[in-house]
């Protein structure tokens, strides 16, 4: 299957601190992605679609100004989590669909906000 | 898609037996219904998946099955080997966008 990386695997940071990371698709273009966060023992909770060239489209509740999403090529996408807070530690995953809507995710990261 | 209902939420069976999870959905649009399967720590992987034109899809060990008149679909594994103890989300999509919905997950245990 097609693959998708992310970066960092895990971060530790302090309150109040952006964080940014991103997601690549490694071996093949991606028009879309999409971000995905995840809390323990529980399912995929969908944030937000990444447009490469426009501008992301947040799931209900998502605030976009907190969770700021960049879509710069057809193979990158970046989820920077801005003022992050306690709160926001969660697992966040990212997606890209390959070819005939099968869709890949990436390793996850683990963000810690102290 | 709309909503996605999944059940077991946990299912244990010695290591041989065979694990059934069911899934059921309720948006008619949806045409593609994959399975992934989640260790912990680590992003969800492709499985499996089916699309609305087929009834059933088999790679070794692992089937799904799907009957789109009663809106449900199934993914069955025999002969389960501890490895494949983890989460299993079902999900459904197939509009233009891209989007899936998945369902809440199954904790399988495959006991040695």
């Known amino acids: 299957g097609a693959v998708v990386s992310q970066h960092p695997s895990r971060v530790i940071c302090k309150s109040g601190t952006s964080v940014k990371i991103e997601c690549r698709s490694l071996d093949f273009q991606a028009t879309t992605m999409f971000w995905y966060r995840q809390f323990p023992k529980q399912s995929l909770m969908l944030m937000a679609t990444?447009?490469?060239?426009?501008?992301?489209?947040?799931e209900q509740g998502v605030e976009k100004d907190k969770f700021l999403i960049n879509h710069a090529s057809l193979t990158l996408s970046t989820l920077t989590v801005t003022s992050a807070h306690p709160e926001d530690s969660s697992f966040y995953i990212c997606?890209?669909?390959?070819?005939?809507?099968?869709?890949?995710f990436g390793p996850g990261t683990r963000l810690t906000v102290l | 898609g709309e909503n996605v209902e999944q059940h077991p939420s946990t299912l244990s069976v010695q290591e041989g037996d065979s694990a059934v999870i069911k899934c059921t959905y309720s948006?008619?649009?949806?045409?593609?219904f994959p399975w992934y399967k989640q260790e912990l720590g680590k992003g969800p992987q492709l499985i499996i998946d089916?699309?609305?034109?087929?009834g059933e899809k088999k790679d070794q060990r692992i089937a799904v099955t799907l009957n789109k008149t009663a809106k449900h679909f199934s993914l069955h594994i025999t002969e389960t080997q501890p490895e494949d103890s983890a989460v299993y989300f079902c999900?459904?999509?197939?509009?233009?966008?891209?989007?899936?919905?998945f369902g809440k997950g199954t904790l399988l245990t495959v006991n040695p």
């Open positions: 997606s890209a669909p390959a070819a005939y809507n099968e869709q890949f």
């Open positions: 948006d008619s649009a949806s045409n593609y």
């Open positions: 990444s447009n490469e060239g426009s501008k992301a489209t947040y």
């Open positions: 999900a459904e999509g197939g509009g233009s966008n891209y989007k899936l919905t």
């Open positions: 089916i699309r609305s034109n087929v």
